[in-house]
C-alpha cells in the first residue's frame, strides 16, 4: 500500500505558475501509474493528467494540454505537474492518485489511492 501527499498549492494569479508535488511512502513508486486530478467547488472530480510507471507516456485533458506536463521521478517516489499559464477556471482542489499497472488511467474509479488534495486559487 502506498500514502501519497499533495503540496505546492497556492493562491496565484492569472498567467503564473504554479509545481505541484506528490509524494509517496510505504512502498516504491515505480510500480503505480500515477495520476492528478482536480474538484472546483460544485463540480464532479476531473482528470487532468497521467503518467506511466516508467515515465514513457503521458496523458492530458485536452484544456491543460500545452500549460501542465506531468512527470515523475521514481528514485524520489515523487510526482510533479508543472502548472503554466494559469487561468481562473484551474481553481480546484488537486489530487494525485495511484494505482499498479501498466497503462495510463485517466478515469477516477480506476485509480486506487489517493492523497488529501491541495488547493490551487488563480484569481484574474
Known amino acids: 500500500q502506498v500514502q501519497l501527499v499533495e503540496s505546492g498549492g497556492g493562491l496565484v494569479q492569472a498567467g503564473t505558475s504554479l509545481t505541484l508535488t506528490c509524494a509517496a511512502s510505504?512502498?516504491?513508486?515505480?510500480?503505480?501509474?500515477m495520476g492528478w486530478f482536480r474538484q472546483a467547488p460544485g463540480k464532479e472530480r476531473e482528470f487532468v493528467a497521467a503518467?506511466?510507471?516508467?515515465?514513457?507516456?503521458?496523458s492530458y485533458v485536452d484544456p491543460v494540454k500545452g500549460r501542465f506536463t506531468i512527470s515523475r521521478d521514481n528514485a524520489k517516489n515523487t510526482v510533479y505537474l508543472q502548472m503554466n499559464s494559469l487561468k481562473p477556471e484551474d481553481t480546484a482542489v488537486y489530487y494525485c492518485?495511484?494505482?499498479?499497472?501498466?497503462?495510463?488511467?485517466?478515469?477516477?474509479?480506476?485509480?486506487?489511492?489517493w492523497g488529501q488534495g491541495t488547493q490551487v486559487t488563480v484569481s484574474s
Open positions: 510505504g512502498r516504491t513508486l515505480s510500480v503505480y501509474a
Open positions: 492518485a495511484a494505482r499498479i499497472t501498466v497503462e495510463v488511467p485517466i478515469i477516477y474509479y480506476e485509480y486506487d489511492y
Open positions: 503518467i506511466s510507471r516508467g515515465g514513457g507516456r503521458t
